[in-house]
Each structure stands twice: as structure tokens, then as C-alpha cells.
């Protein structure tokens, strides 16, 4: 199991804190990323911060991963193939903090993919014990983007003759 916060200050320590409990009460591995929190795991090894190399490599295992609402990692998560378990931030939201509220994005993300939104940190144990059930099943997400075919498209038709690049694109 993957736990992470990313990056915003103060860390998520009811995640980390939630997360560490569960793992002792399943009898689950992993590791919490923390970031600045306070609140140190005793079941999972933990780090502040994991480098974008390192973060790669666990994702490419395949674990399940716990994390706040934050777009990046999701994202991440996503494109490895890995079973999300999302907790959401529930923080008021600033002008310095715009994405403390992270309900309505998983809610509307948890419409369009496979993962699963478990609202509130005191709820992640049952959570996780229900989507440990489902690890043999393999996790789908439909990711996709036109940009590639648009390119290969392009690119089929040939550049046209006295075509030109520069830093605004091409002229004719």
C-alpha cells in the first residue's frame, strides 16, 4: 500500500494517521508519503517527500494507493494501472489553499472511473478492507486523449511545401 498527502503545508495527518491504523488492524505493508504533517506512522514506513523517479517506480508495482483528492497523483495512479482509494481534503478553501475541498472533484471523478471515495479518514479501514477484497480483480481506467491520432493525422497529410517553424508554430 501507497499513502500519500502531496505537498500542501501542513500534510494530511487524519489520512496518515487513518491509513497507519488500518494497515496495523489488516495486517498491511507500505509506505506513507507524509509530507509536512506532523503525525509519524508506526506500521508503515514513511518519507516526507518521495523524488518524481522513486514515486514512479513504486507506482509501477501496481500497490493499492491511498491518497488525498489531488489531481498529479491521481493522475499518476491512474496511468500505472493502480486501485485508488481517495480521501478527499474537507479544509476550508483560501486564495492561498483553492483546492482544500477536494468532494466535489473525486465525486465527479469516482462518476467517470474506477476509483474508490472514502469521505471521511474514520471510515478508511472498512474501506480498505472492502477494496482488498476486489485486489484480484484487474482496474481499467479510461484514459484517453485525441492529441496523438490529431499528430499522426497531421503528420500523415505532410508538411506543406514552404511550410516554416518557428516559436509560433507553422506558417504557411
Known amino acids: 500500500m501507497l499513502v500519500t498527502v502531496g505537498t500542501a503545508r501542513g500534510g494530511f495527518d487524519a489520512l496518515v494517521e487513518a491509513a497507519d491504523r488500518a494497515a496495523a488492524e489488516l495486517g498491511l505493508e507500505g509506505l506513507a508519503q507524509i509530507g509536512d504533517g506532523r503525525l509519524r506512522p508506526r506500521r508503515l514506513?514513511?518519507?516526507?517527500?518521495?523524488?518524481?523517479?522513486?514515486l514512479?517506480?513504486?507506482?509501477?508495482?501496481?500497490?493499492?494507493v491511498v491518497t488525498h483528492g489531488g489531481m498529479g497523483l491521481l493522475g499518476e495512479a491512474m496511468?500505472?494501472?493502480c486501485r485508488i482509494v481517495a480521501v478527499p481534503r474537507r479544509e476550508p478553501t483560501t486564495a492561498a489553499h483553492p483546492s482544500n475541498?477536494?468532494?466535489a472533484f473525486l465525486a465527479s471523478l469516482a462518476r467517470l472511473?474506477?476509483?474508490t471515495?472514502?469521505?471521511d479518514p474514520a471510515l478508511l479501514r472498512d474501506t480498505l478492507e472492502r477494496v482488498a477484497a476486489q485486489a484480484g480483480d484487474?482496474?481499467?481506467?479510461?484514459?484517453?486523449?485525441?492529441?496523438?491520432?490529431?499528430?499522426?493525422?497531421?503528420l500523415a497529410r505532410g508538411i506543406p511545401p514552404g511550410a516554416a517553424f518557428t516559436d509560433r508554430g507553422t506558417l504557411p
Do not use: K
Open 45 to 54: 514506513a514513511w518519507r516526507r517527500f518521495l523524488p518524481r523517479a522513486e
Open 56 to 64: 514512479w517506480r513504486l507506482l509501477a508495482r501496481r500497490p493499492l
Open 79 to 81: 496511468r500505472a494501472g
Open 101 to 103: 475541498d477536494q468532494r
Open 113 to 115: 472511473q474506477p476509483i
Open 117 to 119: 471515495v472514502c469521505r
Open 138 to 154: 484487474p482496474v481499467t481506467y479510461r484514459l484517453g486523449s485525441n492529441v496523438s491520432r490529431i499528430v499522426v493525422e497531421y
